[in-house]
């Protein structure tokens, strides 16, 4: 699918990994809806890159349908869709007379999880009203999961859990799709130099890139951003999902 001309939403596009896939399709050409929670960063970057920002939280259904309509505005209607929205929690199963806080962990799978499936559901609904192009494609969906699915360390039982239920449901959901053109994609990135790991030392950053087999550095949000307009640009890519880690295996902690 050509992404010059095409509607484009982000979701969770405001800074990291959405930060830079939002620059990446606006270069391209795309017609960017930046969703986002943190209006100052949104409306700023849509400014930036000509595109437009709509405030949304992905769990919040009538926000990312608003989002989506924004997106879809427009002659080709919205084509690409990119869930890069999401939250991280560290607690272990359980310690002494202490069990793993069910709060939290249901917030974990509510905005990582329930959020991306709102975007995904909405999103691949859009796309249905768009006319196939020469390839007989009306959009495709990518969404971000994370190694930790396959590699869930120590403390992590909620956040593999969320990123998990993400990598099992990008098959079905392509298979639901794929009579209709609409391709589901995910990308399950390792370590990567995002707002999250900024605020650990530097030292401590260079350690986290040191143990990544080749390159040994964080991985750059740009090089998501890559992944992104290749699975958009190469159509026989559908229903699976990408490791982007520079060979790591996360240890036990």
Known sequence: MEIHGAGALVAGGASGLGAATSKALARAGASVTIADLNAEKGEALAAEIGG????????????????????????????????????????????????????????????????TFNVLRLAAAAMLENEPDEGGERGVCVNTA?????????????????????????????????????????IAPGMFDT?????????????????????????????YALTVAHIVANTMLNGETIRLDGALRMPPK
């Open 52 to 115: 437009n920002f709509v405030a949304a939280d992905v769990t919040d259904p009538d926000a990312v349908a608003a989002a989506v309509a924004s997106a879809a505005e427009g002659d080709r209607g919205l084509r690409i869709s990119v869930c890069c929205a999401g939250i991280g929690w560290a607690e272990r199963l359980a310690r002494s007379r202490r069990p793993h806080d069910l709060e939290y962990f249901s917030n974990v799978v509510k905005v990582n999880l329930i959020g």
């Open 195 to 223: 707002p999250l790991l900024a605020a650990l030392p530097e030292a401590a950053r260079e350690a986290l890139g040191a143990g990544i087999p080749f390159p040994s550095r964080l991985g750059r949000p740009e090089e």
């Open 146 to 186: 994370s190694i930790a699915a396959f590699d869930g360390q120590i403390g992590q039982v909620a956040y593999s859990a969320s990123k998990g239920g993400i990598v099992g449901m990008t098959l079905p959901a392509a298979r639901d799709m794929a009579s209709k053109g609409v391709r589901v994609m995910t």
